[in-house]
């Protein structure tokens, strides 16, 4: 019973609580609300007064104006109020000009149409009709006939312009033109030339440009071509319009296939349409075979301190056989510094870069697995089992300039079948110093002066059929072994003189004939670069020289095909 009596009283309690709260809140939700609306009257309070100031000071501001007398204010938007309102009046009087001039305009053509009505209607139909008729036959007249100029020169008449001022207008022109191609003064006989005016019609007028051609190609000094240029250079022109243009696109066409990606020149080709001397005119067949074929142009290197003949060569894309062929009567174990050789002799005039798109069956490398064995000489092999190349299906984009492959990239390689390992023996045991490299030196130093093959016998007392090369030198010069072997013959043999034969072990033989002495005998080894001789004369000889020959199973061959 105590508990329930307990439960109510603080069940009274927190309903007042309740009351007290919400009473406050309505009590603080009415003051808000009191100074929002005291707040709206005092801002509508102001802007009626300022609104009331405004209309006072605008009927003010008119009532000054209406009496002439010219409000001020030092305020920017009153002054700028005050100068629009005095322009008002300027701007409606130039309105009412505009308008009063253009009904005084629109009055006077009524009034003149009105005067011609009137004229025409007293006027008998018959004179009406042929007035009509009158006006309508000079309007047709005009429009087909005009007065024109003919020209004539030497006799022959050219055409026809529209005045002869612009016929000299053109002949100024050619001859201005004619000076600055033919490089001197040029000028139209005036005997030569002729004009005559007349009525024709308009169609039979040339206009300026058709003109000058014909008179270019009367007088015949210059004329108009399309010119092939080649980074600048003019190589042809041709008079006829599209001509170069089919010709570059059959060159290109002439180097390509289903697979090229693309046919491209190097150089910078141009074609311009210009006056040049008639004799600059050229058949189109020369020009494609001006284009096929080669410029001379050239392209030389100065030797500097270290270059060797081979380096050269090599790092100009050259064999030293080709760069030797460039280079007749050169030292090429000899180089001074300065000298200028020859690297290229001639160049083509287009440059045909062409990208393609090749498909095939390559190569693959095998491995090699070495293993020493002092059987062997060093830098000798045996192949214990053969490998062989695996076989791949390849995808790749080949550059080609003037058909020399350049570039080559690989789009996609697959493996048909895989490569074979090769197992060689390599040697180990020391090489003597006389065993043959297998290549050639040259045996002295000079120049060449008799060639292999067939010649003219020096003297009477040398033979036709040169089998060897003949290397001048004075009388002393070292005589050197081209490669190592064995010394087969030294001594006395005929038109030989003294002779040093070497077996070089691998069917190759050379001989070293005309010698003044020998250092070297029968039977013994000599290695690669070692003195065997002394240049001479003796023998069939006519001058001191090292006579030269290289021989593989007892068949002369010519010593430059293995001289560096």
């Known amino acids: 019973m105590k508990e329930k009596t307990t439960r109510q009283a603080n069940h009274g309690q927190t309903e007042s609580s309740k009351d007290r709260i919400e009473k406050r809140t309505k009590q603080a ?100 009709m042929v007035l009509a008729c009158a006006i309508a036959g000079v309007v047709l007249y005009s429009s087909f006939y005009t007065r024109g ?99 570059l696109e059959q060159l290109q066409k002439a180097s390509s296939d289903e697979n090229t990606i693309s046919c491209t020149f190097s150089e910078e080709v141009e074609i311009r349409r210009e006056v040049v001397p008639a004799d600059a005119v050229m058949n189109l067949g020369y020009i494609a075979e001006l284009l096929y074929s080669t410029k001379t142009a050239e392209v030389t290197y100065e030797v500097k301190r ?69 059987d062997l000489y060093q830098g000798d092999y045996k192949v214990t089992s053969k490998g062989e190349y695996g076989k791949a299906d390849v995808m790749a984009t080949a550059t080609y300039v003037n058909g020399e492959e350049i570039d080559r990239t690989i789009l996609s390689s697959v493996t048909l079948k895989e490569p074979v390992t090769e197992y060689r023996l390599q040697g180990t045991k020391p090489r003597p110093s006389w065993m043959p490299t297998g290549t050639f030196r040259w045996p002295c130093t000079g120049k060449i002066t008799s060639t292999f093959g067939g010649r003219k016998s020096p003297g009477g007392i040398g033979s036709t059929n040169h089998k060897g090369i003949d290397i001048g030198a004075p009388k002393g010069t070292p005589v050197y072994a081209a490669d190592g072997g064995t010394v087969t013959y030294s001594g006395w043999m005929s038109g030989y003189g003294y002779l040093v034969r070497i077996s070089h072990g691998n069917g190759y033989e050379t001989y070293y004939g005309h010698n003044s002495s020998l250092l070297v005998k ?9 003195q065997i001789a002394k240049v001479g004369s003796t023998g069939n000889s006519t001058g001191n020289h090292c006579h030269f020959e290289v021989r593989y199973n007892g068949v002369a061959k010519n010593p430059r095909n293995y001289l560096p």
């Open 522 to 530: 029968v039977g013994q080894h000599v290695y690669k670069g070692q």
């Open 149 to 247: 100029t003919t020209v004539t020169y030497d006799g022959r008449e050219l055409g026809n312009v529209s005045s002869k001022t612009e016929a000299e207008t053109v002949r100024k022109n050619l001859e201005e033109v004619t000076t600055q191609v033919l490089g001197e003064t040029f000028t139209i006989d005036d005997s030569l030339i002729s004009y005559s005016s007349a009525m024709m019609l308009r169609t039979e007028i040339d206009d300026a440009e058709t003109y000058e051609e014909q008179l270019t190609k009367e007088i015949g000094l210059v004329s108009q071509a399309y010119c092939l240029y080649i980074n600048g250079t003019r190589i042809g022109a041709t008079p006829y319009e599209g001509a170069l243009e089919e010709l």
């Open 306 to 374: 270290g270059d060797t003949w081979s380096q050269i060569a090599e790092s100009h894309d050259l064999t030293t056989k080709e760069l030797q062929a460039l280079n007749p009567g050169y030292n090429i174990n000899k180089l001074q510094i300065g000298e200028v050789l020859t690297l290229s002799a001639s160049v083509p005039y287009l440059t045909m870069t062409v990208v393609e798109r090749e498909s095939y069956v390559d190569d693959i490398a095998f491995d090699v697995i070495y293993t020493d064995s002092a």
């Open 29 to 128: 939700t009415g003051a808000a609300v009191s100074t929002v609306k005291e707040m709206l009257i005092a801002f509508g309070q102001e802007t009626g007064r300022k609104l009331r100031w405004l209309r006072r000071r605008t009927r003010r501001i008119m009532r000054e104006a209406r009496a002439h007398r010219f409000p001020e204010s030092d305020r920017l938007p009153v002054l700028i109020a005050l100068l629009c309102w005095g322009l008002f009046p300027f701007w409606g009087s130039l309105l009412r000009e505009r308008l009063r001039g253009r009904r005084k305009q629109s009055i006077r053509r009524t009034h003149l149409f009105q005067v011609l009505d009137e004229t025409l209607g007293k006027v008998h139909p018959v004179v009406y």
